[in-house]
């Protein structure tokens, strides 16, 4: 990712979804909680809390959606939204992994 940030994206077997962001060079302040908007090509696919854990990873709550989810498999843009600024994405291959993930579950469960 550019500028050092990370995103990752992690899927159960309960079939939740979560998204979670990092910046090494800058961690997010541990404990802290901001509104986090997510836009797939402009169109919002996602509302909530972004949550920073002691290690400066922060995590979205609630969860993704499945139709969230949907939403990445189709856009090469996300945009990370909130009160301080944005932080745009480029997603290649987000089809592929989201795949991947999803079977990597199945197989394993």
Not at 37 to 52: K, P, T
Not at 83 to 93: D, E, I, Y
Request: hydrophobic share 40%; aromatic share 10%.
């Amino acid at each position: 990712m550019s500028s050092g940030w990370r995103l990752g994206l992690a899927h159960s077997s309960d079939g939740t979804w979560e998204m979670l962001f990092s910046r090494p060079s800058r961690p997010f302040e541990p404990g802290g909680e901001y509104g986090v908007n997510l836009f797939a090509n402009g169109r919002l696919i996602y509302r909530g809390i972004a949550e920073v854990l002691p290690s400066g990873l922060a995590f979205l709550s609630p969860e993704l959606s499945e139709t969230a989810v949907a939403s990445l498999r189709r856009t090469a843009r996300l945009v990370y939204a909130t009160q301080r600024g944005s932080k745009t994405f480029q997603l290649r291959s987000a089809a592929e992994i989201i795949d991947a993930l999803r079977d990597c579950v199945r197989r394993n469960s």
